[in-house]
């Protein structure tokens, strides 16, 4: 079956970075491209990013531009998500999800990765 | 890009039938037919409900529906079940390959 496993937990100072993976399975990962979204404590979710996995091409939300890298290794059918100079702010879950259009995208999150917690604090 | 408005709560009897409007603009929801609706149960990752606003996956019950109006998409939940209840976001494409959400909606069965 389809399905996106994330990297575990991470604690993070304020100004570093954090790089969450997203490792697919059950499918031709070079087939559907891979959303990251975020969603703050309590809060709703908040689309981040979009990487093409066939030629690493990539499109961010402005809020992130400068700040997120979204990158795939092919050969182990992994997307990963690169976040710096973080603040208290970025404190979330951060989802890895399919956009099951194949080949194309429009928007059908589907699967979603089972969330990475990352909290940034002193 | 700033979120789609979505009422921050709905509530229905079981039985009943509800609505959840996703108001966007002319940049979003209006120029495209690429809106998608997530339900999501407390601690849990969301999982999507309609796509292409009125498409429903495999699997999803009939009960759900979506639709759109100018720069207003909907999702209508028929027959209100116990296990309806959970927060809804809508989804939006906004074109140069970007996407914005709905700020979401918690719906509550009463």
């Known amino acids: 079956q389809v399905q996106l496993v994330q990297s575990g937990a991470e604690v993070k100072k304020p100004g570093a970075s954090v790089k969450v993976s997203c490792k697919a399975s059950?499918?031709?990962?070079?087939?559907?491209?891979m959303h990251w979204v975020r969603q703050a404590p309590g809060q709703g979710l908040e689309w981040m990013g979009i990487?093409?996995?066939?030629?690493?091409?990539?499109s961010y939300a402005q809020k992130f531009q400068g700040r997120v890298t979204m990158t795939r290794d092919t050969s182990t059918s992994t997307v990963y998500m690169d976040l710096s100079s973080l603040r208290s702010d970025d404190t979330a879950v951060y989802y890895c999800?399919?956009?099951?259009?194949?080949?194309?995208?429009?928007?059908?999150?589907?699967?979603w990765g089972q969330g990475t917690l990352v909290t940034v604090s002193s | 890009q700033s979120a789609l408005t979505q009422p921050a709560s709905v509530s229905g009897s079981p039985g009943q039938s509800i609505t959840i409007s996703c108001t966007g603009t002319s940049s979003d929801v209006g120029s495209y037919n690429f809106v998608s609706w997530y339900q999501q149960h407390p601690g849990k990752a969301p999982k999507l409900m309609i796509y292409e606003g009125s498409k429903r996956p495999s699997g999803v019950s009939i009960r759900f529906s979506g639709s759109k109006s100018g720069n207003t998409a909907s999702l209508t939940i028929s027959g209100l079940q116990a296990e309806d209840e959970a927060d809804y976001y809508c989804?939006?494409?906004?074109?140069?390959?970007?996407?914005?959400f709905g700020g979401g909606t918690k719906l509550t069965v009463l």
């Open positions: 990487i093409n996995p066939t030629g690493g091409s990539t």
């Open positions: 059950g499918y031709t990962f070079t087939s559907y491209y």
């Open positions: 999800a399919r956009d099951s259009a194949g080949g194309t995208y429009h928007g059908q999150f589907d699967p």
């Open positions: 989804c939006s494409y906004a074109g140069s390959s970007t996407w914005v």
